[in-house]
């Protein structure tokens, strides 16, 4: 595990000591100052991103994760979950097609749920072929709250679906957003499903779709 952490770090520094090499290599014009500036920035953000999921996988392990229960609308969390990826699925021309049954009241965790959505649309994101579509889905069924998130494109082989729980682990057909995802997200959505007393399950047709569905109980109020 700390070989693996090792490992997904020194991508990240390494890239920020070449950006700030190359910038101070010779003189340059302020906007390319501007630019490694803004460069070194989104590598911090991945870092802080990794090294927050890492703590609250820590704290899992240790059974320091302490559920607070509120009722919160599913469907509208989710869309605030959007808002930051919004850019992101513009720049590369994602459609994303939004059937969510609203409201979508569960009995659960508010920053947690955020966690999880925030880690599975932004997922789905970085993953997604360039010009393709995501899918975002609430059912309500049998007393329970089922929140699904598609996206075209799938790398992952149907024998390995199992295995994008796991910490660290990437397939290699995948590993075209290396840099930006390091394999933590979807083991700490799990994590924190479970904690909340729900379910989470993966699927994949390769070179169609992937997706992730959560499954939870609906509020009784």
Known sequence: FTADVAHELRTPLAGARSVLEVALSRDREPEAYRQAM???????????????????????????LEVVSESVD??????????????????RQLQVVWRLKEPCIVESDRCKLRLILQNILGNAVAYADD???????????????????????SAVAEQDV???????????????????????????????????????????????TFRVTVRLLASRG
């Not at 393709?132 to 699904?148: M, N, S």
């Not at 390091?182 to 699927?203: D, Y």
């Open 38 to 64: 803004q460069d070194c920035l989104g590598i911090n953000e991945q870092m802080h991103r990794m090294v927050e999921n890492l703590l609250h996988l820590a704290r899992a392990d240790a059974n320091q």
């Open 131 to 153: 010009g393709g579509q995501i899918w975002v889905d609430t059912i309500l069924a049998d007393g329970c709250v089922e929140f699904a998130v598609t996206n075209s494109g």
């Open 74 to 91: 599913l469907a509208a969390l989710a869309r605030e979950c959007w808002e930051p990826l919004a850019g992101d699925a513009q720049q």
């Open 162 to 208: 199992a295995r994008v729980f796991d910490r660290f682990w990437r397939g290699d057909a995948s590993r075209r957003c290396s840099g930006q995802h390091c394999g933590l997200g979807l083991s700490l959505c799990k994590v924190l499903v479970e904690l909340l007393g729900g379910s989470i399950e993966a699927f994949s047709s390769p070179g169609e």
